[in-house]
């Protein structure tokens, strides 16, 4: 036994949650009712994650800015363009996709039990007061802008503090950080877990009716992260971008598939983020700064299921205000981790721009509930995975003006 768990753990974290994958599936349709109990194991590594994360981007954060020197070089300028560009780009193809391939919805039933936005005015508001929340509020909600402005403002406030009081905080920054790796060495059993559940309670039947849409949604999903986004690396460090690219998907939008969480993929990304050699003042900022503005993911579900509502309505739409719901939806995505229900909130602010009803807008909301199961995991698996590329492609980019060879770890 002990040989066993000496061999299992020499394989690369990616490999176990493979294994655990394919028993997930195996049990999902084998035992779906006598394999209950392992739907806990993706509960508990969820929440686990969920947990450390607020906490651990807190800490990061602020030993980062409170041991920054002057001079030292961080690219966070790069990074938000990059993460900007990344969104709005994904929004374009978003609505290319609906006009080339335009899909009627089956209405699904209207969801009473939430309320969308007013406009994009309501939805910067929130972003901002999200700033400004108080800092245990914002530790106890993950509210990860209100975050990173408190760490980032404390940050700023101890770099002229003892070195004693510095050092406290990287302590406690690198016990969090061993924390969250001792967590990741349990993935394999979340996945099983998450997966377990997902077929086992969901299943893929529900999904038939709404093939088209899946199409549309999942393809504009992977052309985003296998063309758009290498060919933005490209521009950037002109050389090969797949082995990052690929990695990226591989580690950060594998686990994000599963967990459906940027919050719980923050750790995963950091953690891949140091095998990469990248600079920790760097990481430990854009990270969760990325998973609250980088929303590739969510700026096309917000495109594709507006545009599918205006041809189920037979709205003639023209090029300009085609451009007009790309940028909404681009903006609106920054901002949907600032309002509840994410991403879909958000589709009846788009529908707005055509004049549909919010009635009508909010059955679509229910149709994206129904879809959610695979939607809300590519979209989540794209938007981590984001994260990390354009974070490495800027340092990268750093790295090839100082002649500094660019080698991706396998």
Same mark, same amino acid.
């Not at 209405?107 to 936005?117: R, Y």
């Not at 990173?148 to 004693?164: I, K, N, P, S, V």
């Not at 995505?333 to 009803?357: E, Q």
């Given at each position: ?26 049990? #999902? ?20 994650? +969920? ?14 800015? =409170? ?22 780009? #994904? ?171 940027? #919050? ?44 599918? =509502? ?19 939806? =681009?903006?609106?995505?920054?901002? =949907? ?41 590519? !979209? ?14 800027? !340092?990268? +980019? !750093?790295?090839?003006?100082?002649? +500094? ?6």
């Amino acid at each position: 036994m002990k040989s066993f768990f000496e061999k299992w753990n020499q394989l690369s974290i990616v490999k176990r949650i493979l294994v655990g994958l394919l028993i997930g599936i195996v049990l #999902a349709v084998l035992l779906p009712e006598k394999a209950s109990f392992v739907v806990i194991f993706g509960s508990l590594f969820v929440s686990a994650l +969920k947990a450390v994360a607020p906490i651990l981007v807190f800490f990061l954060v602020m030993s980062a800015i =409170a041991q920054h020197k002057a001079g030292h070089q961080t690219n966070m300028g790069s990074i938000i363009k990059l993460y900007l560009l990344g969104t709005f780009l #994904a929004s374009v193809i978003g609505v290319a996709a609906s006009f080339l391939f335009p899909v009627n919805l089956t209405m699904a039933t209207a969801v009473d039990s939430i309320t969308p936005p007013g406009g994009v005015v309501e939805v910067l508001k929130t972003l901002l007061l999200n700033v400004v929340d108080n800092p245990v509020k914002a530790l106890f909600n993950a509210n990860y802008i209100g975050i990173l402005a408190w760490a980032a403002l404390l940050g700023y406030m101890l770099r002229h503090a003892a070195d004693t009081t510095k050092t406290l905080i990287s302590n406690f920054a690198d016990a969090l950080s061993n924390i969250v790796r001792f967590i990741i060495n349990f993935a394999p059993l979340g996945i099983m877990g998450l997966v377990f559940d997902s077929i086992a309670t969901s299943g893929l039947e529900t999904l038939l009716s709404y093939v088209n849409l899946l199409v549309v949604l999942v393809g504009c999903m992977v052309f985003v992260a296998l063309v758009v986004n290498p060919l933005i690396v490209y521009t950037q460090i002109k050389q090969n971008p797949y082995p990052l690219v690929l990695k990226s998907i591989r580690v950060s939008g594998l686990t994000a598939f599963f967990t459906r969480s940027s #919050a719980a993929n923050i750790p995963v990304n950091m953690e891949l983020c140091e095998d990469l050699g990248l600079d920790r003042d760097n990481f430990s900022v854009s990270i969760p700064l990325g998973a609250t503005i980088n929303m590739a993911g969510a700026a096309i579900t917000i495109s594709v299921l507006t545009l599918a =509502a205006v041809h189920t309505m037979g709205i003639q739409v023209d090029i300009a205000t085609a451009l007009i719901l790309s940028l909404l939806a =681009a903006v609106s995505a920054c901002g =949907a981790s600032g309002v509840a229900g994410g991403s879909l909130l958000l589709i009846p602010l788009a529908c707005s721009l055509f004049g549909i009803s919010n009635d009508v807008a909010m059955q679509v909301v229910g149709v994206g509930f129904i879809v959610g199961v695979l939607q809300d995991s590519c !979209e989540t698996a794209l938007n981590s995975s984001t994260d990390v590329i354009f974070t490495a492609t800027a !340092e990268f +980019k !750093e790295w090839k003006k100082k002649g +500094k060879e660019i080698v991706i770890p396998k």
